[in-house]
């Protein structure tokens, strides 16, 4: 049984439930010699259903849901029209299901009926997703591929040319309003787009609402259109569209209109060149032309207003008619019909069979039920599907059964497409891919591009032959349809409020992160030792930040340590070459070459501060600096107490206590207290080392290495030793300031401490506000300004006798002065 329109139109007569049908569609017609040509090749086929013969009946539903509708509860009911059998066939044939019907609106009324019987039909031309519901429609199978696929084949289209911005316009029926709700479910996650609008277009001219939906369509920014309608629709939308003068348009088309001739005119093609539509497979059916050939008059009854259609056909093809028509037939006119016309004589698309799209769909279709009854025939009993290992057979047929098999079918058509059924009676999708192009002479040519299929092993794949497809703009590209353009690395995207998914603006990532990909929808941190480029697109290394002997302030400090090395090995040759002059002699010149060599080496300590951290350098650093200010400060505590005895001695009585301030005991007080301070830097060491430390807190693009003190009490304990120390040579010296001056270095000590203890006072707060390289550089500051101090104020007058006053350089002069003065 087939459900086919070939008449577009219909009238009722006196009694409602007896329509008749007007006007003759013929490629309808050609669907139905489709089927007959299937059924008779199948026939034919000694391999496929050996000893069964397929018949078939053909319902015209004049494109009406009523007719079909009724034709569905015919069959259900048993009450279908008596077929004459061969003399050999006993009993009314089972019917093995049906073909049909061409819209999805009926196929949803006549399967749910022939649902309840579990009768199969295999549709065509039905692609309403929501056919694909198993608990609706347990009978339901087809050729055709769903709208859920061909929106998601519409999806890859957009997502292939980078189209995220796209209207769409549907038609209100099912066909329209589940391929709506599939482009709202699906075009978010598996595309990256969304719809700058949805309008259902009406199904009468109605010229206020189409001239609102164009309207729209002219504002709207997005500049690729889809269209989900029949061809009725569009040619509605487009008499506004050419009033309007809407150009600059990409449209894309359901199969629904791709292929309508009626749309293909010159005076549309400047909107619609170009279009892209999605088409049911084209396929190639050996000998259908020759079988179309057959088809003759005198082979039927001569009746052309019963139910022969080929002599409807006929009629209409030549413009003949076979008889005088009833009362109201005005279509047949003109001469009567011989029935010996020759088919290949005159224009008509009857026979145009390159371009077999639904008829490949039906010719699929019957071979599939043809499969399906053959697999159930070699059925071995007792290892059936069905209860009891029980198998089908044709004098018991029950539809549930032929179910069960057409679920299974697989097989390949000549043309080399595989056919079988999902779990939800869907057939393997495929579909082809046109373009409308409009060529220099004004003709207008539907190419296929490509084609978009889905397979068991690979998913499902877009093939598309860009370079032929027709652009009807003047770049000749494909266009940009987005609502915002694309955020390139180093942005993030931020949705527009109140906007659809694909509308937003693009936000630099802050600093320290990135995003090295287009349309990132978050920035993403860089590792701890890395920070984002100035185009935040990619990490890099922070910069590693430590007072280097390359950059200014290392040089100069460098150099300044340097300097006060050279001119305390200058001062020390100065006393070592004028050791046996008085004024060397008479200032203690064993404790003067300590105190240069300590000096020397408080100089040379500071170039432990400058240059990367390691660890021996954190370790040694300040223990360095600790013990060689210690051993300085130490030769001038004993030096101040040397003034003060040598004072105390020179009054009667007091000549004992030079006794206790020998070279012996002055070397020992030297030695005494520096080794408390080694003791002090080895406990700190042990317990607590300094180590070298990445700070990343000072600056977040920089690493600063810098050495954390370990144990803040061995850094204060070391400090505040050399302290007291200092503190207690100033007081000593205070006190021996107004000596006679011949022992009146006690001054010179007085002040050099006074600048030594000044230093380092202000040195605690700065460096504890120095941050990273600062502090390091604000210590070595305090190291070499407090070594200048005293290495300026103890031996810079000394020198300048010796070498610029060599005639105060006598013992007489000293003892001459001495004397004048007491």
């Given at each position: ?45 000694s391999?496929?259903l050996?000893?069964?013969?397929l ?5 015209d ?5 009523g007719?079909?509708?009724r ?7 048993g ?12 009993g ?32 065509y031309?039905?692609?309403?997703s ?21 929106v ?6 957009l997502?292939y040319?980078?189209?995220?911005w796209?209207g ?9 309003l ?5 482009f709202?479910?699906d075009?978010?996650?598996?595309g ?32 690729v ?8 629709h ?63 008059p ?12 080929v ?10 008619r ?6 109201g ?12 016309e020759?088919l ?9 069979i390159?371009?077999?799209?639904p ?5 699929k ?33 029950e ?18 497409d ?39 092993f ?24 987005v ?13 527009k ?31 701890v ?5 100035p ?23 460098t ?15 100065i ?13 203690n ?53 040397v ?17 206790w301030?020998?070279?012996?005991q ?5 030695f005494t ?14 317990s ?24 803040t ?5 070391l ?11 100033f ?10 001056d ?19 006072v ?7 506000s120095?941050?990273g ?10 190291i ?9 104020a ?29």
């Amino acid at each position: 049984m087939n459900f086919f329109s070939t008449h577009p139109d219909l009238s009722f007569t006196s009694e409602p439930q007896q329509p008749t049908c007007h006007g003759f569609d013929v490629v309808g017609f050609r669907l139905t010699q489709t089927m007959a040509f299937a059924t008779e090749e199948i026939n034919r086929n000694s391999n496929l259903l050996p000893n069964v013969t397929l018949g078939y009946s053909v319902y015209d539903n004049c494109n009406t849901l009523g007719i079909g509708f009724r034709a569905a509860l015919s069959l259900a009911s048993g009450l279908e029209e008596q077929v004459t059998l061969h003399k050999t066939c006993v009993g009314t044939p089972p019917v093995l299901g049906i073909v049909g019907d061409s819209s999805s609106t009926r196929s949803i009324a006549i399967s749910t009926v022939l649902g309840l019987y579990r009768v199969p039909m295999v549709s065509y031309f039905s692609t309403c997703s929501c056919l694909s519901d198993r608990q609706k429609f347990p009978s339901f199978f087809r050729t055709i591929p769903s709208d859920a696929f061909q929106v998601r084949a519409m999806i890859q289209i957009l997502k292939y040319f980078g189209w995220t911005w796209a209207g769409l316009l549907i038609s209100d029926d099912d066909y329209g309003l589940h391929a709506a709700r599939s482009f709202q479910t699906d075009l978010g996650p598996s595309g990256g787009g969304c719809l700058a609008y949805t309008e259902i277009l009406p199904w009468s001219h109605n010229p206020a609402e189409l001239r609102r939906i164009v309207d729209v369509m002219k504002k709207s920014t997005a500049r690729v259109v889809i269209v989900f309608a029949h061809e009725g629709h569009m040619i509605d939308l487009m008499e506004e569209v050419v009033i309007q003068n809407v150009t600059g348009l990409q449209w894309m088309a359901s199969e629904a209109w791709t292929s309508a001739s009626v749309l293909q005119t010159p005076h549309l093609m400047p909107y619609l060149g170009g279009t892209l539509g999605i088409a049911i497979r084209r396929g190639e059916i050996p000998g259908l032309r020759e079988f179309l050939l057959q088809i003759h008059p005198d082979l039927h009854h001569n009746n052309s207003y019963g139910n022969n259609m080929v002599n409807q056909f006929w009629e209409y093809t030549f413009k003949c008619r076979f008889a005088p028509p009833p009362a109201g037939w005005v279509e047949a006119g003109g001469a009567l019909c011989t029935g010996q016309e020759n088919l290949e004589n005159v224009e008509t698309e009857f026979l145009d069979i390159s371009n077999l799209r639904p008829e490949y769909n039906v010719y699929k279709a019957v071979y599939a039920l043809a499969y399906a009854l053959d697999e159930m025939l070699q059925c071995e009993p007792g290892r059936g599907p069905f209860s009891g290992h029980s198998c089908g057979n044709l004098q018991g047929l029950e539809p549930w059964q032929l179910v069960y098999y057409l679920q299974k079918v697989n097989f390949t058509t000549p043309f080399g497409d595989q056919v079988s059924f999902d779990e939800n009676g869907d057939v393997l999708p495929i579909y082809d891919i046109m373009n409308w192009l409009w060529l220099p002479d004004g003709r207008i040519k539907v190419q296929n591009v490509g084609e978009v299929k889905k397979s068991a092993f690979k998913g499902e794949e877009l093939t598309l032959d860009e370079d032929k497809i027709f652009w009807n703009f003047e770049s000749k590209e494909p266009p940009r349809s987005v609502c915002s353009e694309s955020c390139p690395p180093g942005t993030r995207m931020a949705r527009k409020k109140g906007k659809p998914e694909c509308c937003f603006d693009c936000i630099l990532c802050s600093e320290g992160k990135i995003s090295n990909s287009t349309d990132s929808m978050e920035c993403i941190s860089c590792p701890v030792d890395f920070w984002s480029s100035p185009q935040r697109d990619h990490c890099v290394p922070k910069k590693i930040d430590f007072l280097s002997y390359h950059e200014p302030l290392g040089i100069c400090l460098t150099t300044t340590s340097l300097l006060g090395t050279i001119i305390c090995a200058v001062v020390l040759g100065i006393f070592i070459f004028h050791r046996k002059t008085p004024i060397v002699r008479a200032n203690n010149s064993e404790l003067s070459f300590q105190l240069l060599f300590s000096l020397k080496l408080c100089f040379l300590c500071s170039l432990l501060f400058i240059g990367h951290p390691r660890l021996w350098t954190c370790q040694l650093r300040h223990a360095a600096f600790g013990i060689s200010f210690v051993l300085c400060v130490s030769c001038i505590l004993v030096k101040t107490m040397v003034v003060l005895a040598v004072f105390k001695a020179s009054k009667p009585g007091g000549e004992a206590s030079l006794k206790w301030f020998g070279a012996l005991q002055q070397r020992g007080t030297v030695f005494t207290l520096t080794c408390i301070q080694a003791a002090i830097c080895t406990a700190w060491l042990v317990s607590s080392s300094p180590t070298p430390h990445k700070n990343t807190q000072y600056h977040n693009d920089k690493i600063v290495y810098e050495c954390v003190v370990g144990s803040t009490v061995g850094f204060a304990v070391l400090l505040g030793y050399i302290g007291l120390l200092a503190i207690l040579s100033f007081l000593l010296a205070f006190l021996a300031r107004n000596l006679p001056d011949n022992f009146n270095e006690a001054k010179l000590i007085t002040f050099s401490m006074l600048v030594f203890c000044a230093v380092w006072v202000a040195f605690v707060p700065a460096y504890i506000s120095s941050p990273g390289k600062y502090a390091d550089a604000v210590e070595v500051f305090a190291i070499l300004a407090s070594s200048f101090g005293l290495l300026v104020a103890l031996f810079g007058p000394k020198c300048y006798i010796i070498l610029m006053r060599p005639e105060r350089n006598t013992k007489k002069a000293i003892m001459g002065r001495g004397t004048s003065k007491s």
